[in-house]
């Protein structure tokens, strides 16, 4: 039904033509993270025809997102969505000759190479800094480009990593990882909407120049602030004693990965992955937990509410426990609660 | 010397909402050395990421030269 006439305005941009909209459609890449940045990235590269889409997301749909995160509708809160699922929903309804593939997982170390070794380019639209050292150290051991995209507030920075002999990686750039919790997030000092859409624009533009293998791909790091009228390139050198790129550690990657607990992004929620991933039946927790509160069971995911508890299930056993201060509690509620 | 200092984003708010000041140094003076006479120390201050002595990523045991300009910026953590 539709053709290749949809893509006719890029094609007659001088740094695309033909041959570039052909290896856009060869290309694949994988988003980690489908928020604010994702959804404008996905958006876009989608429109642009890139030929695969891999959307990897740990959370669902809310009603806070809608304010910035540009793929999702109140439906898509109301029948709770993981969001990668409801962004490939409504990028295939844009452009059908794209595939895109909706991953509903949490990112370590056990499952990212299996993520990204079979694309051309990973896009950092994570909120976390353990993600992105994750990625750092994923995409050197494969040799992947990847693209560092952070917002909060009214500034953002985005910045390529190439895996070239001069170039950085991000760990040249953040020597040591801040420790979760040790700076502010999008919870605790809020998000506006233009600056996320800046800064996932420049990692889609960067992202074309990269499949394309342009020259004017950018080598430094850009800071924007909208409030302030900032927007400056910025000089990164490589670390010359960098453990990742220069002297092939992955400390990350290469940690066994055993049941873990993380905080999301400066919200009372906690994750509780557990060591093994295992089917669980929802519909039998479900019909445990109907005494205790309000149970709803979709396609992908179990919630609960009740007895001063709140969490989310997913059938792999991946639960976010709402309302929590500390790991402990939120274990405690998986235990008393879920009990896989 | 006199260094003008520019504060981004979220560093703001740790010079009472000013976005510039010119700061009076006494010569070999590092950038850490410069805000921790703002009562900064970038080592436990969560909003401090990184800074820019002319255009280009420095460390903080950067020493300032005269004509130095100097931006403070502040973390892109979310997504």
């Known amino acids: 039904m539709f053709t290749e006439e949809r893509y006719k305005r890029q094609i007659t941009f001088e740094g695309i033509g033909e041959e570039g909209q052909k290896k856009l459609s060869a290309a694949r890449v994988c988003i980690i993270g489908v928020g604010a940045l994702g ?66 997982d949490d990112v370590n170390a056990a499952n990212i190479e299996g993520f990204i070794k079979d694309t051309d380019l990973v896009l950092d639209c994570t909120d976390n800094f353990e993600t992105r050292f994750l990625i750092n150290e994923a995409c050197h051991r494969h040799k992947i480009k990847w693209i560092y995209g952070g917002a909060v507030a009214s500034s953002g920075a985005t910045m390529n990593i190439l895996q070239e002999d001069d170039t950085p990686c991000f760990r040249c750039f953040m020597p040591e990882m801040p420790e979760a919790g040790a700076y502010p997030t999008c919870n605790t000092a809020g998000v506006i909407h233009p600056i996320t859409s800046i800064v996932a624009s420049y990692e889609a533009a960067e992202a074309m120049k990269i499949l394309l293998g342009a020259e004017e791909v950018s080598r430094q790091y850009l800071a924007v602030d ?27 990657l290469d940690r066994p990965v055993a049941s873990y607990a993380a905080s999301l992004c400066g919200q009372d929620s906690w994750q509780i992955v557990p060591e093994r991933r295992q089917t669980a039946d929802l519909d039998a927790l479900a019909a445990r937990l109907e005494r205790l509160g309000e149970v709803r069971v979709t396609k992908f995911l179990l919630r609960f509410n009740g007895d001063g508890v709140s969490f989310k299930l997913f059938p792999d056993g991946r639960a976010m426990i709402d309302g929590v201060k500390d790991e402990t509690a939120a274990r405690k509620v998986y235990t008393d609660y879920i009990g896989l | 010397m006199e260094i003008k200092f520019k504060f981004i984003g979220m560093m703001k708010a740790l010079v009472e909402g000013k976005s510039e000041l010119t700061l009076d140094l006494t010569e070999h003076c590092t950038v850490a050395d410069a ?11 969560k909003q401090f990421n990184f800074a820019v002595v002319n255009g280009k990523k420095e460390d903080p045991q950067y020493v300032l030269q005269p004509t130095d300009d100097v931006k403070i910026f502040p973390r892109s953590f979310g997504g």
């Open chain 1, 39 to 104: 959804t404008i990235a996905a958006n876009s590269l989608c429109r642009a025809g890139v030929g695969f889409l891999r959307l990897i997301d740990r959370d669902y749909v809310e009603e806070t997102n809608l304010q910035r995160q540009i793929l999702f509708t109140e439906q898509d809160v109301s029948e709770i969505l993981p969001k990668s699922v409801a962004a490939a929903g409504h990028l295939s309804k844009m452009n059908s000759s794209v595939a895109v593939e909706a991953v509903v």
């Open chain 1, 226 to 252: 909208v409030w302030e009228n900032l927007s400056t390139y910025i000089e990164v050198d490589k670390n010359p004693d960098c453990p990742v790129c220069v002297h092939g550690r992955y400390e990350l």
């Open chain 2, 35 to 45: 805000l921790l006479t703002l009562g900064i120390d970038y080592k436990t201050t």
